[in-house]
C-alpha cells in the first residue's frame, strides 16, 4: 500500500520566518495534494500537484513535486499568524478512486 | 466548506449508545467518503461511496455501518458507540479535476464516546 510520510510532525516558527513541510512517498505519486486545517475547521485544498518538477504557487504558500514524483515540499515565506494550522498532504491511489494521507504537520506561528 | 455539510459539529455518547452522523452535498458528484482524524495518525478512510446505492469498505471499517440512499446523502452510524471512536469524522466528495482525485470535505463532526 502506499504511505505518505510528512515532516516535521509539528513546527514552530516565528512570525517573518520561511518554512518548509515535506511529503515523502513510498511509490510514485500521481496526484499529490496538500489541505490545510485550523482548529474546529475543515480541511481547505490548497494545491494539486502533478506532473513531475511541478511547482504551484498560492499568495506566501509554494508546492513542488520532484521529477521523480515521490517527494512534495511545502515552503511558507515570510510565515504570518493566519498560517497556523495543520497542513496535510494527500495522494492519489491508481485505479481505486481513493486517496491516502499524511499524518499532518502542526504549524505553530509565534507573533 | 460550501457544498458539503455535516451534522452533528459535537457529540458526547454514552459507551454502547447509537448515532448516526449525517453529511449532505449540494453539488452533484458521485463519489462521497467517511474519514475519521486521529491525532498522530491522519486521516483514515471508513467508508466510501462511488454512486448512489452503492458502498465499500475503506481503512477502518469496523463498528460502522453506511447508507447512501440517494446521490446527495452519505450517513455514518455507529451502533454501538465505544471509546475508541472517540475522533473527528470527516465526510468528503471527489470533485476528480483533470483525471486526479480531489477531495472537498465538510467541517468536521467531533466525536467523544466516554
Known amino acids: 500500500s502506499q504511505e505518505l510520510e510528512q515532516s516535521p510532525q509539528s513546527l514552530i516558527v516565528q512570525e517573518g520566518k520561511n518554512l518548509t513541510i515535506n511529503c515523502t512517498s513510498s511509490k510514485t505519486l500521481y496526484g499529490l495534494y496538500w489541505y490545510k486545517q485550523k482548529y474546529g475547521e475543515g480541511l481547505i485544498f490548497l494545491m494539486m500537484?502533478?506532473?513531475?518538477?511541478e511547482e504551484k504557487s498560492h499568495e506566501k504558500i509554494t508546492a513542488k513535486l520532484d521529477e521523480k514524483k515521490q517527494q512534495s515540499s511545502l515552503h511558507i515565506t515570510a510565515s504570518q499568524p493566519s498560517h497556523a494550522g495543520i497542513y496535510l498532504c494527500?495522494?492519489?491511489?491508481?485505479?481505486?478512486?481513493?486517496?491516502?494521507f499524511g499524518d499532518g504537520t502542526t504549524l505553530t506561528v509565534k507573533p | 466548506n460550501a457544498g458539503v455539510t455535516q451534522t452533528p459539529k459535537f457529540q458526547v455518547l454514552k459507551t454502547g449508545q447509537s448515532m448516526t452522523l449525517q453529511c449532505a452535498q449540494d453539488?452533484?458528484?458521485?463519489?462521497m467518503y467517511w474519514y475519521r482524524q486521529d491525532p498522530g495518525m491522519g486521516l483514515r478512510l471508513i467508508y466510501y461511496?462511488?454512486?448512489?446505492?452503492?458502498?465499500d469498505k475503506g481503512e477502518v471499517p469496523n463498528g460502522y455501518n453506511v447508507s447512501r440512499l440517494n446521490k446527495r446523502e452519505f450517513s455514518l452510524r455507529l451502533e454501538s458507540a465505544a471509546p475508541s471512536q472517540t475522533s473527528v469524522y470527516f465526510c468528503a466528495i471527489n470533485q476528480r479535476i483533470s483525471g486526479a482525485n480531489d477531495l472537498t470535505f465538510g467541517a468536521g463532526s467531533r466525536l467523544t464516546v466516554l
Open positions: 453539488m452533484n458528484h458521485n463519489s
Open positions: 461511496s462511488a454512486s448512489e446505492g452503492t458502498t
Open positions: 494527500g495522494a492519489d491511489i491508481p485505479n481505486a478512486g481513493k486517496s491516502t
Open positions: 500537484l502533478q506532473k513531475g518538477g
